[in-house]
C-alpha cells in the first residue's frame, strides 16, 4: 500500500468513528511502514492491511485494516490476499483489535484465521470497546 492511497477509502460506517479519533498526520506513512496492500475495485480504492512489526518485540506484530463500504462486495479476493501476507510472514504472533460495532472486521478477522483472545473495555479513543484477536504461527 502507498500511503497516498488510504485517503481515497471511503470508510465505512463501521470504523468511521474510530478512523475519525485516530487520523492524524503521519498515521498513513506510520501504518504503511510495515508490509500493507490497497485493494481496487472499478477503478476505486475499497481498503488497505497490513501487517505492522514490533521493532521492540520480535516476533510479534499487528493486522490493521481500513475497508470502505464496497469492501465487502470483494471480501473473498481480500482475505485471500490477507492470508498471503500472513502466511508470508516471518511474525510468529500477529494482534489484531477490532471495534465492537465493525461486524465486518470481527468476519474478517476469523476468516482470516485469527482466534479470539480478549475483550478490551474502553479501548478507542472514542471509548468503543474493542475485541482482541490473535494469529499464532505454529
Known amino acids: 500500500a502507498h500511503p497516498g492511497h488510504l485517503k481515497y477509502i471511503v470508510v465505512g460506517p463501521e470504523q468511521s468513528e474510530e478512523f475519525t479519533a485516530l487520523w492524524r498526520p503521519g498515521y498513513a506513512e506510520q501504518l504503511c511502514q510495515g508490509v500493507a496492500f ?25 493486522a490493521w485494516t481500513i475497508f470502505g ?18 502466511a508470508a510472514s516471518t511474525i510468529q504472533r500477529v494482534d489484531m483489535l477490532v471495534g465492537d460495532g465493525n461486524v465486518y472486521g470481527h468476519k474478517l478477522a476469523k476468516l482470516c484465521g485469527f482466534e479470539y483472545e480478549a475483550k478490551l473495555e474502553k479501548y478507542h479513543p472514542t471509548g468503543v470497546d474493542a475485541t482482541m484477536y490473535k494469529r499464532i504461527k505454529r
Open 38 to 62: 490497497t485493494g481496487w475495485a472499478s477503478g476505486e480504492c475499497v481498503g488497505a492491511a497490513g501487517i505492522l512489526s514490533n521493532s521492540d518485540w520480535p516476533g510479534r506484530g499487528e
Open 69 to 86: 463500504a464496497k469492501a465487502r462486495l470483494h471480501i473473498l479476493p481480500i482475505v485471500r490476499a490477507m492470508r498471503s501476507v500472513l
